[in-house]
């Protein structure tokens, strides 16, 4: 049956025709080499052909009736009993699987078969996950990742920070007791970067900034002195038995420049024990100097003695000028509220 569907071969292009038509051609103006013409009856030769065949193809029915008279036709010279209804199924069949197709057996040179169709996808593929292998692995490699890499990385980093601290602590001090506890900080320090500690790191980096912070102030602590303004008060409580109970006596403070500037300081509130950045507070004094300070302001309603204490660039705690009955007083607690 697959000898019947076999189309004949397109004919052979006759050179006399091919003649002809360049002659039809140079008539009409237009002269073509005989290549040229070759090339063009070819071309119409395979039109013609697949003309023939499209024809064919949309005719099956007429194709499918000549191959069932011919199949008969063979069937009863060969004196085979083969029924029509036998050689119609036959056709169908044959019809139906024409256009069938059917995976190869797998196999090797199957596989490969596949890779090759698909090789532009696979190229894309392996590049994309390469570079994201790459980035990750980049990242990892880099410390931006949870783990002892970047612990370390982290580590050093804050070593740095806190040497460059220590740096500035010790172009602004002349204080060896300063220099000595900086020197401690940073043996304590180079122990923790071993460990990867860096939290513990970022710790003493808080300490050591506050302290290069407080070593660069420099202010004098005086006692304001406005007619109408509170300069000392006394700190009353109540005590489990109802009873008002005197705490202490206490100075208000302010912390200025040399201009003038305010200058705010931290200052741990006794009663509340939290630090505060002010510029204004108040410092525990003795009765006798409370009562001394305010039987100068109540004189004229101005006070004279106002200076309660310097505080030096390079040094770390404030210097009490401020004389009490026995001499400079020692300091007491401060307060930020009241």
Avoid: C
């Amino acid at each position: 049956m697959a000898q019947q569907q076999q189309q004949a071969p397109p004919p052979a292009i006759d050179s006399a025709e091919v003649e002809s038509a360049r002659e039809v051609m140079r008539e009409q103006g237009q002269d073509f080499t005989l290549v040229e013409m070759t090339r063009i009856m070819d071309v119409a030769s395979t039109l013609r052909r697949e003309q023939a065949l499209v024809e064919q193809q949309l005719n099956i029915d007429q194709v499918k009736a000549k191959l069932r008279e011919r199949l008969l036709a063979a069937a009863e010279v060969s004196g085979d009993s083969i029924s029509a209804e036998q050689v119609d199924v036959a056709v169908e069949h044959y019809y139906d699987r024409l256009h069938t197709y059917q995976d190869p057996p797998f196999g090797l040179g199957t596989a490969l078969a596949h890779v090759y169709v698909r090789r532009g996808t696979i190229m894309k593929w392996a590049i994309a996950i390469g570079a994201v292998v790459a980035i990750f692995w980049g990242l990892l490699a880099g410390g931006f990742f949870p783990g002892e890499r970047r612990d370390a990385k982290l580590a050093n980093q804050a070593y740095e920070r806190l040497e460059e601290t220590n740096e500035a602590i010790r172009q602004v001090t002349n204080n060896s007791s300063i220099e000595k506890e900086a020197a401690a900080t940073l043996a304590t320090a180079k122990a923790l970067r071993e460990e990867g500690d860096y939290q513990a790191l970022e710790g003493l980096i808080a300490k050591q900034q506050l302290l290069a912070q407080t070593l660069m102030q420099q202010y004098e602590l005086t006692i304001p002195s406005v007619p109408g303004q509170e300069s000392a008060f006394p700190m009353d409580y109540t005590d489990a038995n109802s009873q008002t109970v005197r705490s202490g006596y206490y100075v208000v403070v302010e912390a200025k420049a040399a201009d003038g500037t305010p200058v705010r300081v931290q200052v741990r509130d006794r009663q509340t024990g939290k630090m505060t950045t002010t510029s204004k507070w108040a410092e525990q004094v003795p009765a006798a100097v409370y009562n001394r300070l305010k039987e100068d302001k109540q004189a004229d309603g101005l006070l004279d003695d106002r200076l309660f204490g310097v505080k030096q660039r390079g040094e770390r705690d404030l210097e009490v000028r401020m004389q009490g009955d026995s001499g400079v007083l020692d300091r007491g607690g401060q307060l930020t509220e009241w």
